[in-house]
């Protein structure tokens, strides 16, 4: 094999050259991964952080409308049976929503470095083709 000034390279300065810059491709793409994760971990604290606010308001919410609905059924009724008869309500509601989030939750995706893993599989690509020539 020629160089571009007429040398020619001894097969084991090609290897070495090329266990070199492969070793800096994986350090690049494990760079990328790290990055790619920590930019999502970011926005999932910013997420889960205005989720939990938003369910806070919902529970105040929620408990004043509870507290109006047992008022409302404490005409007819004694307030102990209204708030019986809505707690049955609420703990049959939630039960629903624990089996659905359960079900939810067992199909969820681990998170993948989605860019880094499609860099890396373009890299394996190119590296067989040239590999071939």
Known sequence: MAHANGS????????????????DLVRQELKL????LTQKGK????GGGLFGAAGLMA??????LITAA???????????????????GL???????ALIGRGEVKH???PVPEETVDSVHQDVV????????
Do not use: N
């Open 43 to 46: 926005r999932a604290g910013i």
């Open 91 to 97: 703990l049959l509601i939630a039960g629903i929503a």
């Open 59 to 64: 529970f105040f919410g929620l408990a004043a």
């Open 70 to 88: 047992i008022a409302a059924i404490a005409g007819p009724l004694t307030v102990w049976a209204a708030a019986l008869i809505v707690a049955g």
């Open 8 to 23: 020619a390279k001894s097969v084991g300065t090609l290897v070495k050259q090329g266990s070199e810059q492969l070793s």
């Open 33 to 36: 991964a790290q990055a790619e």
């Open 108 to 110: 969820a995706v681990p």
């Open 126 to 133: 190119s590296l067989k083709e040239r590999a071939r020539r």
